[in-house]
């Protein structure tokens, strides 16, 4: 599976940004995926998750209520729509293909990565 990331860029904090990730190569539609950001000289952080059909999602607290993943599986993509974006957000973020039919905030459980695409949210 390949994965294809785009959709970053430079934002003013406060502005809305959407993100999307292609999936080429072996099927990933029966495949939970993920989205996680890692910021310079931090660790890689679980931002998003959707299950297989997407009818289950899952965010940590930092993004609950501003950053919402979506799904279309005809597609193989796989969206993260973020809005009220603060400076804290900028990082690269990744999108990733899990294990199983459902996501999880581990990054072990994942099998596939994307090569990343750069947000930056200015102050």
């Known amino acids: 599976v390949q994965l294809q990331a785009s959709g970053g860029g430079l934002v003013q904090a406060g502005g809305s940004l959407k993100l999307s990730c292609v999936a080429s190569?072996?099927?990933?539609?029966?495949?939970?995926m993920g989205w996680f950001r890692q910021a310079p000289g931090k660790e890689r952080e679980f931002v998003a998750g959707?299950?297989?059909?997407?009818?289950?999602?899952t965010y940590p607290d930092s993004v609950k209520g501003r950053f919402t993943i979506s799904r279309d599986r005809a597609k193989n993509t796989v969206y993260l729509q973020m809005s009220t974006l603060k400076p804290d957000d900028t990082a690269v973020y990744y999108c990733?293909?899990?294990?199983?039919?459902?996501?999880?905030?581990?990054?072990?459980?994942?099998?596939?990565w994307g090569q990343g695409t750069l947000v930056t949210v200015s102050s």
């Open positions: 990733a293909v899990s294990r199983t039919s459902y996501s999880s905030s581990d990054y072990s459980r994942y099998a596939y």
């Open positions: 190569g072996r099927t990933s539609s029966n495949n939970g």
């Open positions: 959707i299950s297989w059909n997407g009818a289950s999602t």
